[in-house]
T-cell receptor
Framework: DAGVTQSPTHLIKTRGQHVTLRCSPISGHKSVSWYQQVLGQGPQFIFQYYEKEERGRGNFPDRFSARQFPNYSSELNVNALLLGDSALYLC???????????FGPGTRLTVL | DQQVKQNSPSLSVQEGRISILNCDYTNSMFDYFLWYKKYPAEGPTFLISISSIKDKNEDGRFTVFLNKSAKHLSLHIVPSQPGDSAVYFCAARTMEYGNKLVFGAGTILRVKS
């Protein structure tokens, strides 16, 4: 079975630009979460979506937004990029009723 | 506010010996704990988990121990293999702010052959 997939793998943007990251969960998984990982730290929770509804939001500014589609795939959008947004963005999915989250390979975002 | 702490940035172990990775937490609302392994340029891979109602869970070479009174959990890998060399993250789940995982900063494990 295919795991969580994310696109693109790498992305380079300049300050002030906008970026959209995409995630496809494991088949049968209805919950998708987004995390940001900066070098030397563990992943930090950004959003969780379940059945297209936002179920949780971490301590990130309103420049960060997300949505989930009817096929359970998800997009993370970041507006007005800052240098500090440079990080690995991870998507994770989990099946109904299960706490374990399964991660994709991530998208490496570099903001210049 | 570091609710999950991994106080050892790195650990070096000889092949065949036991690796013990430690994790401390502060939030008594955590009800489920997980360990993930991460290789460079890959996402975290789930290893093993434990519910807060248990004190031990075993899966092959991996055993997780939970001491709720001390708010401490540990991952034991026996025997350690060179392929176990990776960054290990401890994570805890809370229903606060949704089904969110709170991660520690990670411990780099090096298994020497």
């Amino acid at each position: 079975d295919a795991g969580v997939t994310q696109s693109p793998t790498h992305l380079i943007k300049t300050r002030g630009q906008h970026v959209t990251l995409r995630c496809s969960p494991i088949s049968g998984h209805k919950s998708v979460s987004w995390y940001q990982q900066v070098l030397g730290q563990g992943p930090q929770f950004i959003f969780q979506y379940y059945e297209k509804e936002e179920r949780g939001r971490g301590n990130f500014p309103d420049r960060f937004s997300a949505r989930q589609f009817p096929n359970y795939s998800s997009e993370l959008n970041v507006n007005a990029l800052l240098l500090g947004d440079s990080a690995l963005y991870l998507c994770a999915s989990s099946p109904p009723g299960v706490y374990t989250q399964y991660f994709g390979p991530g998208t490496r975002l570099t903001v210049l | 506010d570091q609710q999950v702490k991994q106080n050892s940035p790195s650990l070096s172990v000889q092949e065949g010996r036991i690796s013990i990775l430690n994790c401390d937490y502060t939030n008594s609302m955590f009800d489920y704990f997980l360990w993930y392994k991460k290789y460079p340029a890959e996402g975290p891979t789930f290893l093993i988990s434990i519910s807060s109602i248990k004190d031990k869970n075993e899966d092959g070479r991996f055993t997780v121990f939970l001491n709720k009174s001390a708010k401490h959990l540990s991952l034991h890998i026996v025997p350690s293999q060179p392929g176990d060399s990776a960054v290990y993250f401890c994570a805890a789940r809370t229903m606060e702010y949704g089904n969110k995982l709170v991660f520690g900063a990670g411990t780099i494990l090096r298994v020497k052959s």
